[in-house]
């Protein structure tokens, strides 16, 4: 089976997702390019193609709509987009973190590339920490990826990593308004510009911590985690479901199977389930959907699983967790 992680660096504890190289702490962007496999360019061709004139002879024509964008050391083709798309090079994710890690209190702390080139990424720790409830203890970091085959624009995201399951979740304040820039490629990406709209600051941290605080202090009953989850899988909220998996229950209720094992999750099976910030809170709530996409939830592989939680269908279902999650408490 082809792995979509073409490579990818690290330093500390091996990674959620088992995938990658390690690394000695507080190596120079350099080796980081090297070892995490960004040490290559995207390059740019006109496209052309194949015609046959009216007298049977093949001619080569432009195409000058579009350009293919290829790697400079293999010479893979990546992908085929318009003239005016504005390509991010390997070098720019990384370039993205020196002052961070060389001025601030920033580690980067992982690094790849997914898809054979097609999309890019590296994740840094904050140095800001959190401890909720019986010492749930929690992580910021700050994760900028890139793609160049029109599945992902160049995205900015402050991230959580919590440490007893090595959950993933997006931090972004409750109107929307910080916590993530996107950068269309049909714009230059401009790094300096990014982190000034970020804010690269303490405040959305405090106030998604603010958040998860109040959660931890929302109990539920089995009855409103049954509704939460009927909301985050299926749209819908029609009250009491029963979790007695059954194939009449499969049948009738969409989702039955991921429903009752993130159930069962959140009553003592998931890890850190039984630690005083989950346990019957809305915040175990919401831990459950997280453990479950980046660790549960059928995949082809656990690179595919990174892409899906942190790109993907993985990454929209943890949103829609959180957002179900905040109106418990709203």
């Known amino acids: 089976m082809a792995h979509l992680v073409e490579s990818m660096a690290y330093v500390g504890e091996t990674p959620w997702h088992g995938l990658g190289n390690q690394l000695p702490k507080n190596q120079p962007l350099e080796v980081w390019a090297k070892k995490a496999g960004m040490d290559w360019r995207i390059e740019s061709s006109d496209v052309s193609y194949m015609a046959t004139n009216d007298r049977g002879q093949s001619i080569i024509m432009p195409y000058d709509n579009n350009k293919v964008l290829y790697r400079s050391d293999t010479l893979e083709a990546l992908s085929v987009v318009s003239q005016r798309y504005q390509e991010v090079q390997p070098e720019e994710i990384l370039e993205f973190y020196r002052d961070l890690t060389e001025q601030a209190d920033f580690e980067l702390e992982t690094a790849g590339v997914l898809k054979g080139g097609r999309k890019l990424w590296a994740l840094a720790r904050t140095g800001q920490s959190a401890t909720l409830r019986g010492g749930d203890v929690s992580h910021g970091y700050l994760l900028l990826a890139t793609a160049c085959d029109g599945t992902l624009a160049t995205t900015a995201q402050f991230t959580n990593i919590r440490v007893v399951c090595n959950n993933t979740l997006a931090i972004s304040l409750a109107d929307g308004s910080g916590g ?25 941290w405090d106030e998604f911590n603010y958040e998860m605080k109040q959660l931890t202090n929302r109990r539920v009953t089995q009855a409103e985690a049954a509704s939460y989850f009927n909301r985050v899988f299926n749209d819908t909220d029609d009250g009491i479901i029963s979790f007695n998996t059954a194939k009449q229950q499969k049948e009738a209720v969409p989702n039955a199977r991921a429903m009752n094992q993130v159930m069962n999750m959140f009553n003592g099976q998931g890890r850190g389930a039984d630690l005083a910030s989950a346990k019957d809170t809305a915040y175990g709530l919401l831990s459950a959907i997280t453990e479950y996409v980046d660790h549960e939830r059928r995949a082809m592989s656990q690179d595919h699983r990174l892409d899906s939680a942190w790109f993907g269908a993985g990454a929209n279902l943890k949103n829609k967790a959180k957002q179900e999650a905040l109106c418990l408490i709203a």
Do not use: Y
């Open 180 to 204: 993530v820039v996107k950068v269309p490629h049909s714009t230059a990406f401009d790094g300096e510009k990014v982190k000034r709209q970020l804010g690269v600051s303490v405040s959305q």
